[in-house]
């Protein structure tokens, strides 16, 4: 008796699939690429680019500058995204301790005497010298010290440099104490500097001061208001992370 014959079923042979996989996987990186050079919507690219990378499962960028005229697309992953993220975090920090300073200043009725503005630079405060010094002196008057405590307070656990500077209005002055107006800004910028650290228990090595005398006058010298205002010391909490103010648009 004959056994019986054996069919082997045929398996199709499916090797082709992992490279047609590549294939497409490839084609979609082309296809994103081409998106980013031909769009300026910086956010929109971003967000492509971030689901890009959740497709991979890679987590490192894949998307790099192409060196194409939309030099604003950022690689995701890379140094340049971190610091756009530490960026947004340091200005909501000056943010609010902007905004805190302000209701502290209006309390205490220094709020035409002392300014604070949030620049491309950093959080600035500037005080005008009527409300610190005596004319023509650098001693810090006792009534601000309150002010300065408060200052202190707010900004001593930021990581940041702090950039004092002192500056006058274009009227000589030569006394026994100070020989110009350089000596003058010099010496006020390093008394607040002094007080902030023994007083305000800042760690001194974030500051730096500097002293420009007549010679970076933000008003026209030319009136007394212009002089009253050149005459101050501005701190300065020093940005360590570049901000964009088009980051803080939303995306349509």
């Not at 069919?7 to 996989?21: A, K």
């Not at 007080?195 to 933000?218: C, L, N, T, W």
């Amino acid at each position: 008796m004959k056994g019986k014959k054996q069919h082997h079923e045929e398996h199709v042979d499916e090797t082709w699939l992992l490279p047609y996989s590549d294939m497409l996987t490839l084609l979609l990186a082309l296809f994103i690429v081409m998106f980013a050079m031909s769009k300026v919507d910086n956010q929109k690219m971003k967000q492509i680019s971030k689901q890009f990378n959740v497709i991979f499962s890679g987590g490192t960028g894949v998307l790099k500058d192409s060196g194409a005229n939309n030099s604003n697309v950022v690689a995701v992953g890379d140094s340049s995204t971190d610091n756009e993220t530490n960026g947004l975090v340091e200005q909501d920090k000056m943010a609010v301790i902007k905004n805190t300073l302000e209701q502290e200043i209006k309390s205490e009725g220094y709020a035409d005497k002392v300014k604070v503005d949030l620049t491309g630079e950093g959080l600035s405060i500037s005080i005008q010298d009527t409300v610190i010094f005596n004319s023509g002196e650098a001693d810090v008057l006792n009534n601000f010290d309150t002010v300065l405590i408060q200052i202190s307070n707010m900004i001593k656990n930021l990581d940041n440099e702090i950039r004092i500077s002192g500056h006058t209005d274009n009227v000589p002055i030569k006394n026994n104490k100070f020989r110009s107006n350089w000596d003058l800004s010099y010496m006020r910028a390093s008394n607040v500097m002094n007080f902030m650290v023994d007083k305000g228990h800042i760690s001194p090595d974030k500051f730096s001061i500097q002293a420009y005398g007549e010679y970076r006058p933000k008003y026209d010298n030319s009136s007394e208001a212009g002089r009253a205002k050149n005459r101050s010391v501005d701190i300065l909490i020093v940005r360590k992370y570049t901000f964009n103010t088009n980051n803080t648009k939303s995306t349509q």
